[in-house]
């Protein structure tokens, strides 16, 4: 592994999850219907557009979020790239950028992990974060897709994305927006979505909570999703999250999870629509993704009833899977899915 050593000066232990530059990012180009250049590292900064870029002024863009850790074998590891190499294609498609094929993908991940790999912070303080976007960086005037293309990649070292760690979450479900509508970009990591999701978090963390919970457009009868993470319930110990049908986000903590409570625990799995009510009752809640990995849900609040879910406290069978899968993450349990992609 080279440049182990620090070159800088960060805290470890004050990490939060903001960005900190780094050394480098990584950046290719590409024109409508042609190729990705092999693209390149270049130093951590500001970049240059033209402000009749497709992606600033129509939000012709996408993004990914992923991790690079040190496990306990003391390797730099990955989880599953090969999925968000995937996702960031399909969202591509959805916006009309032309998608980054999935081996330089993983490979452009690799190379500026590499590059920045003093950022990783040591076990246990946190993870260096990636965010690929891919953005229409060509000038537009009318609507339409931008002439060419930028792919680029900036790493930041994080610490844990809630404040209060692994406290339960107070959750209030909103019926004054939406996240996403019926066939639209909901089930795509497309920028847009989470500018119109600005406005109602700030609502909701102006009340107390910590986020939303978003139903579904067509009529508000279903829980979808949280802003930027998918939701469970556990009821007799069966898990069930709402199935992926073009307006929830399909995470890939979400899918580790259904794996591991199928595989691992042997714990029957249902995908489908839940109501409000169902939700309510259910005897566990936990949120999943990336950066929040599984976090419990103690208190939900919908008009004027908020519910307490088992106490506030994180539920036995929410331990258990969040135990599995940063056991699997950290290397601290076999991985029997392959899912851990070691940097050399
Ligand atoms: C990114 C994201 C998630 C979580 O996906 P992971 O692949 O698990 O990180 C969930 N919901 C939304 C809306 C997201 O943007």
Request: one cysteine or more; a positive charge.
């Amino acid at each position: 592994m080279v440049k182990e050593k620090q070159l800088h000066n960060i805290n470890w232990d004050k990490l939060t999850f903001s960005i900190t530059p780094t050394r480098s990012m990584y950046e290719a180009h590409c024109e409508l219907d042609g190729e990705w250049d092999e693209g390149k590292l270049v130093p951590f900064g500001n970049i240059s557009l033209s402000p009749a870029a497709g992606v600033l002024n129509y939000g012709q863009g996408v993004f990914e979020g992923m991790k690079a850790y040190r496990s306990v074998k003391n390797r730099v590891v990955l989880f599953r790239p090969e999925k968000n190499a995937l996702r960031a294609a399909t969202s591509a498609e959805r916006v009309c950028i032309p998608p980054v094929p999935k081996d330089q993908f993983i490979a452009a991940c690799e190379q500026v992990v590499r590059d920045n790999i003093d950022y990783i912070p040591p076990r246990g303080k946190g993870s260096l974060y990636l965010r690929p976007v891919i953005w229409g960086t060509g000038p537009v005037l009318g609507v339409s897709p931008a002439p060419s293309y930028t792919f680029l990649i900036y790493v930041s070292p994080v610490g844990p994305y809630f404040k209060s760690g692994v406290k339960c979450l107070n959750l209030r479900i909103t019926n004054q927006f939406h996240r996403a509508a019926p066939k639209g970009t909901g089930g795509h990591k497309v920028i847009g979505n989470y500018a119109a999701s600005l406005f109602p978090q700030k609502m909701v963390k102006k009340a107390g909570f910590d986020d939303a919970i978003y139903l579904n457009a067509a009529n508000e009868k279903y829980i979808e999703e949280v802003g930027s993470a998918n939701l469970f319930a556990i009821k007799d110990n069966v898990l069930m999250t709402p199935s992926v049908d073009g307006s929830i986000l399909p995470g890939i903590t979400r899918d580790s999870v259904l794996t591991i409570a199928r595989e691992t625990l042997h714990m029957e799995v249902r995908e489908h629509s839940i109501s409000i009510k169902d939700f309510l009752k259910a005897d566990e809640v936990f949120c999943s993704g990336t950066a929040v990995v599984v976090t419990p849900v103690g208190k939900i609040t919908t008009n004027n009833t908020s519910t307490t879910i088992n106490h506030n406290k994180m539920g036995p069978i929410t331990k258990k899977i969040r135990k599995l899968l940063l056991g699997i993450q950290r290397e601290e349990i076999e991985d029997p899915f392959g899912w851990i992609y070691p940097i050399n």
